[in-house]
């Protein structure tokens, strides 16, 4: 049976950052004959070459990408082992590292880090906001834990065990006096000479906001007001005729407090499930199925889990 040294694995990977076995000694701080030769010794093993040496430098091919693959979630593992192993030093648990979407980032994650803080205040959590497929990227490189996400979305999702805990809608935002406030359904291709406050580019919220008029059937808004802050995009739509396209949890304190108004849209397809992600045939953590456990409480317990 073939087995694979991990610190020839690191090396691959240093090799692949740096460009060079010169560029990679000096960064690990070995000297450029031990690397080489534990790089020859894998390739040996596998009985495969790993990457193409030349006058300009390694340059990686595709067997080398694919343990580099590996190789990225092994140092990760490493990683988050010292983190772990720092932290219960000073009496914390952790870390625990949660991805979510722009929709996840209110409602249920908060409450559930309130429960979490509240049953165990020693305790260290990052979370991070990113793309449907890049948080599934960092959960696949072991860089997260748990997803808190929309489900049926990426391309790795078939590499990771779901669960879903409820629906997310988007809908029309105005303020209360808006011309289009007392209507209580519109649809999207109704819209197209409104006055827009949306996401601007390179933002997860940008991204999902794109799919919505894609679904619709409706050009992405040419003029208007753009900001990757949705305290902004609240304030803006809070003073002017702009309206927005947001997710009734994002804007639920607005819309209890009578500061928005959400209407429903007709035209952007069906009701998208929200749920839990985890890496296919791995067990959680304690910490992280303490975390899994308070969602699904918390999404069994509320009142109105479709928005």
């Known amino acids: 049976m073939m087995k694979i040294d991990p610190r020839r694995l690191l090396d691959v990977l240093a ?22 030769q534990s790089i020859a010794l894998l390739e040996r093993e596998l009985g495969v070459r790993v990457m193409e040496r030349g006058r300009h430098g390694a340059r990686l091919n595709q067997a ?33 590292a949660i991805g979510v979407t722009p929709i996840t980032t209110v409602g249920l994650v908060p409450q559930a880090l309130d429960l979490l803080l509240g049953e165990t205040p020693d305790v260290a959590v990052k979370v991070t906001e990113g793309l449907d ?41 105005v303020r209360p006096d808006h011309p289009l406030a007392e209507r209580e359904m519109i649809s999207l291709r109704e819209l ?48 002017t005729d702009c309206a927005t396209i947001i997710s009734q949890r994002l804007v639920a304190v607005e819309i209890a407090a009578g500061r928005l108004k959400a209407i429903a849209l007709g035209d952007v397809g069906p009701l998208k499930p929200v749920g839990l992600m985890w890496r296919r045939g791995e067990k959680l953590s304690p910490l992280a199925e303490r975390f899994a456990n308070l969602m699904r409480r918390l999404a069994r317990d509320d009142p109105d889990p479709a928005f």
């Open 15 to 36: 090799v692949a950052r740096h460009g060079s076995f010169s560029g990679a000694a000096e960064a690990t701080g070995v000297s450029q004959p031990a690397l080489s």
């Open 192 to 239: 197209r000479d409104l006055h827009w406050v949306l996401p601007a580019g390179g933002s997860a919220f940008r991204k999902q906001m794109e799919l919505v008029f894609e679904g619709a059937g409706i050009d992405w808004p040419i003029g208007g007001i753009s900001t990757n802050s949705i305290l902004a995009i609240k304030a803006i739509v809070m003073s």
């Open 64 to 96: 080398g990408d694919a343990l580099v693959f590996h190789a990225r979630a092994l140092e990760n593992l490493i990683e988050r082992a010292e983190e772990e192993m720092r932290l219960r030093a000073r009496g914390v648990l952790g870390p625990l």
């Open 133 to 173: 497929d890049e948080i599934l990227a960092m959960l696949k490189t072991r860089e997260l834990d748990l997803l808190v996400s929309r489900l049926g979305q990426g391309s790795l999702e078939g590499e990771v065990e779901s669960e879903r805990l409820f629906f997310a809608d988007w809908s029309l935002v």
